[in-house]
């Protein structure tokens, strides 16, 4: 099970960070994803943390300003935002699994575990 929180209402240029705890599982095997949904659109992915390899990977747009950590003690994973645009505004998500491939970190689909989402807002 994964909890998500931390979304907010936040102005351009201002910082949020996002939790993601876990529950069961061997998190630090655990393969975790960021993902966004804005109103209308699709599903993105926005960065993942390999639990194997210990790699990050980011969407193109928001490399540079947010980061993705992990504390495996806490079986928590965090997103750092830094400064937030208008277009990271939607509702964030975190997901997890244990055997997903590298080729498919950035496809929704292919995680097993989902938080419930976090609102993020960032206004002008």
């Known amino acids: 099970q994964l909890q998500a929180s931390g979304g907010g209402l936040v102005q351009v240029g201002g910082s949020l960070r996002l939790s993601c705890t876990m529950s069961?599982?061997?998190?630090?095997?655990?393969?975790i994803g960021w993902f966004r949904q804005a109103p209308g659109k699709e599903r993105e992915f926005v960065s993942a943390?390999?639990?194997?390899?210990?790699?990050?990977h980011y969407l193109d747009s928001v490399k540079g300003r947010f980061t993705i950590s992990r504390d495996d003690a806490k079986n928590t994973a965090y997103l750092q935002m830094n400064s937030l645009k208008p277009e990271d505004t939607g509702v964030y998500y975190c997901?997890?699994?244990?055997?997903?491939?590298?080729?498919?970190?950035?496809?929704?689909?292919?995680?097993?575990?989902w938080g419930q989402g976090t609102l993020v807002t960032v206004s002008s």
């Open positions: 069961g599982g061997t998190f630090r095997t655990y393969t």
């Open positions: 943390f390999r639990g194997s390899a210990r790699t990050t």
């Open positions: 997901a997890a699994d244990g055997r997903i491939i590298l080729s498919s970190i950035r496809v929704p689909g292919q995680y097993d575990y």
